[in-house]
């Protein structure tokens, strides 16, 4: 009902907008609202997808970094993300309080122009298949979900904050040539591939639990969901390698008993 009210009352601010105001007469507004299923983000994408728009140069605004990722997965040849330049202020540590504070200044990021500096990265790799930046980019796209997103938590060895993202992709491209082929096939995940992918990068997990207080309590409140907070609190006091061992014991023995749930 309250969305349904604020719809009411952009359509009349636009409506009046086009009538009265000079600078807003020729332009074609598109509200899609609560009515109309959908994320925000994706439902733009979906829009710059189609086959009116996509040959157009478009700008977005706002500060989700989801629409960097989106403007890529479209693979459309001409988006540019207008977003205001945040600070972050303190450092993220155990009580994972960060907060942000605006500049006033504004960043423009052309899509394009970031696929041609993928480009430069990996034209360089000397690969016994077919090099496709568009596939490239949508293994990097795939991976960047693997560092957290709305609906997945992250490894706490791939961080963004912890420069999970340049480990993952550096290890991506040290490894793709002898992968056998790119992380995707048709939009596919290949499983083994990604599954060596992540092989490369877990020897750093052990040690990212031992040193951040809280992706160690997180992963053994997963590991463990019927332990007491007690029972938790014993485990802080064993040694790091029997740790490693429970973690170890519990990750390969609870992955099939999650998935039946």
Same mark, same amino acid.
């Given at each position: 009902e309250f969305m349904g009210e604020v719809a009411r009352h952009l359509r009349y601010f636009i409506r009046y907008k086009i009538?009265?105001?000079?600078?807003?007469?020729?332009?074609?507004?598109?509200?899609?609202?609560?009515?109309?299923?959908?994320?925000?983000?994706?439902?733009?994408?979906?829009?710059?997808?189609?086959?009116r728009e996509?040959?157009?140069?478009?700008?977005?605004?706002? /500060?989700?970094?989801? =629409?960097?990722?989106?403007?890529?997965?479209? !693979?459309? +040849? &001409?988006?540019? *993300?207008?977003?205001?330049?945040?600070?972050?202020?303190?450092?993220?540590?155990?009580?994972?309080?960060?907060?942000?504070?605006?500049?006033?200044d504004f960043i423009l990021l052309h899509s394009d122009l970031l696929r041609k500096y993928m480009d430069l990265e990996m034209r360089t790799l000397v690969l016994p298949f077919d090099y496709s930046l568009d596939r490239i980019?949508?293994?990097?796209? /795939?991976?960047?979900? =693997?560092?957290?997103?709305?609906?997945?938590? !992250?490894? +706490? &060895?791939?961080? *963004?904050?912890q420069d999970g993202l340049d480990r993952l992709f550096d290890a991506y491209k040290r490894m793709l040539p002898s992968l056998g082929g790119y992380l995707l096939e048709n939009l596919d995940v290949q499983p083994e591939r990604l599954e060596r992918l992540l092989s490369s990068v877990a020897p750093v997990e052990?040690?990212?639990?031992?040193?951040?207080?809280?992706?160690?309590?997180?992963?053994?409140?997963?590991?463990?969901?019927?332990?007491?907070?007690?029972?938790?609190?014993a485990m802080d006091?064993?040694?790091?390698?029997?740790?490693?061992r429970e973690l170890a014991a519990a990750g390969s023995g609870g992955a099939s008993g999650g998935a039946a749930g």
């Open positions: 009538e009265h105001d000079a600078l807003w007469r020729g332009l074609r507004v598109i509200l899609s609202g609560a009515d109309c299923a959908g994320e925000g983000e994706h439902k733009i994408a979906d829009h710059i997808r189609s086959a996509r040959g157009r140069r478009h700008c977005i605004y706002g /500060l989700d970094a989801d =629409l960097i990722m989106l403007a890529l997965a479209t !693979h459309a +040849p &001409a988006i540019v *993300i207008l977003r205001e330049k945040v600070v972050f202020r303190g450092k993220r540590g155990a009580s994972r309080a960060v907060s942000l504070r605006s500049t006033g980019i949508n293994d990097l796209l /795939l991976m960047s979900f =693997l560092v957290g997103n709305d609906f997945l938590p !992250h490894s +706490p &060895a791939l961080a *963004i904050d052990l040690e990212f639990l031992r040193d951040d207080e809280h992706e160690r309590k997180r992963a053994k409140k997963l590991l463990f969901p019927d332990a007491t907070d007690d029972e938790l609190a006091e064993r040694n790091d390698a029997q740790f490693a």
